[in-house]
């Protein structure tokens, strides 16, 4: 049985960008569908998603103000149709042409999540590489888990299990918050190694060092509460 991908797409004011990566996306041998939030743009983000708002197989979401990524990601679970969904950034930092060897599992029956670690020569600022990785050992002692990039941007997911979980994130706490609930299901989740190009503040990189703040408080609150 051919299984589809829904790959969803937070899009804040990456015009730059978007065209190149829906290309990359497109291009990936795969049954695909494209979910495109755009969370309250100012640049040319909206009239380059005009382009794609006839294609079937691209469905586009607009937010009137920026709410944050976990609001985007949220917005576009609810119109999820394919049987594995994959968070997709819409700069360059990651390649479409590992999407084949994150959804293998989870084709096969082996995992129902899968992590894309980011464990090549490349990261970004060396700060955040570091907190990442505190961060993701921390986790894993208060969760039992065996991950290595609790921040990375591709995560994969059993398109049925994603949908079942309450999220209540806004910004990048998406990835602690979707990774806690997923933990405490007992659930296993597995990492894939793949192709990371980071970029820098000046070419448009967002997260900022609060936002390793509020995950480690999320990692907190979730272990001790419902």
Not at 23 to 35: T, Y
Not at 56 to 63: L, M, N, V
Not at 84 to 94: F, N, P, S
Not at 155 to 162: E, I
Request: glycine residues 8%.
């Amino acid at each position: 049985m051919t299984l589809m991908l829904s790959v969803i797409i937070p899009a804040y004011n990456e015009g730059e960008t978007l065209t190149v990566i829906l290309k990359r996306i497109m291009d990936v041998p795969v049954e695909k569908e494209v979910i495109i939030v755009d969370d309250g743009s100012s640049d040319d983000t909206p009239r380059i998603l005009d382009a794609y708002k006839n294609r079937r197989d691209i469905t586009i979401i607009r937010h009137e103000t920026n709410r944050g990524k976990g609001m985007a990601v949220r917005s576009a679970i609810a119109h999820i149709t394919g049987d594995i969904t994959i968070i997709q950034d819409a700069d360059l930092e990651y390649d479409p042409g590992d999407y084949l060897i994150l959804i293998e599992p989870i084709e096969k029956g082996e995992a129902r999540v899968v992590y894309g670690a980011r464990l090549g020569p490349h990261h970004s600022y060396y700060r955040y590489y570091i907190g990442g990785r505190i961060l993701s050992l921390i986790f894993n002692i208060l969760y039992h888990q065996n991950i290595t990039d609790l921040h990375t941007g591709y995560k994969v997911f059993d398109s049925g299990l994603l949908k079942s979980i309450p999220l209540t994130c806004l910004g990048f706490e998406f990835c602690p918050e979707v990774t806690a609930r997923i933990a405490k299901r007992g659930i296993r989740i597995g990492e894939i190694p793949i192709h990371y190009y980071p970029r820098t503040f000046k070419e448009g990189k967002k997260i900022r060092w609060t936002d390793g703040a509020k995950a480690f408080w999320i990692i907190l609150k979730l272990r001790f509460t419902d």
